[in-house]
């Protein structure tokens, strides 16, 4: 396991791609149940008759499982990934069977001017299946500490 980086450790450009996570069928329908309950999430017959034709995950399912490989194996920023806002887009379904993997691109940095502990960092996120499709981008800024 890597050590934590702090915003003193990242430059504009650093590259980071997580682990990856396999979805299937029950874990989809699981989620859609607690957080997400239509009818394309929850009924494989029902969702063929959609604009996704057929079974596919919630775009909040996809942003869990993206924020999970980003903390547990992608950047792993000391004290935590902390969001300040941001923008999400889901360019194509996440499907039964899709194996997940994110690749993280640093695009900005910036200490903080009134905060000497801590600074911003804009982060572009894309989480892609095993065929390397897009099914997420995710731009952030992240309020990361710094070394004191």
């Known amino acids: 396991m890597t050590e934590p980086l702090y915003l003193d ?4 450009g650093d590259r ?3 682990g990856e996570h396999t979805l299937d069928e029950a874990q989809i329908k699981a989620f859609a149940t607690q957080f997400d309950p239509q009818p394309f999430h929850l009924d494989h017959d029902a969702a063929q008759a959609t604009i996704f ?5 919630s775009g909040w399912h996809t942003a869990s499982i993206t924020m999970k490989l980003m903390v547990t194996s992608g950047m792993r920023i000391a004290g935590g990934i902390v969001g300040a806002g941001g923008e999400l887009q889901w360019p194509r379904p996440t499907r039964p069977g899709d194996v997940l993997h994110v690749e993280i691109e640093v695009l900005e940095v910036r200490p903080s001017a009134s905060r000497p502990d801590r600074g911003m960092a804009t982060v572009r996120s894309e989480t892609k299946n095993q065929r390397g499709e897009v099914v997420q981008v995710l731009t952030s800024k992240m309020v990361i500490p710094r070394r004191v």
């Not at 450790?9 to 504009?12: E, F, N, Q, T, V």
């Not at 034709?53 to 995950?57: I, K, S």
């Open 9 to 12: 450790d990242i430059r504009a």
């Open 16 to 18: 980071f791609t997580s």
């Open 53 to 57: 034709g057929g079974l596919a995950a």
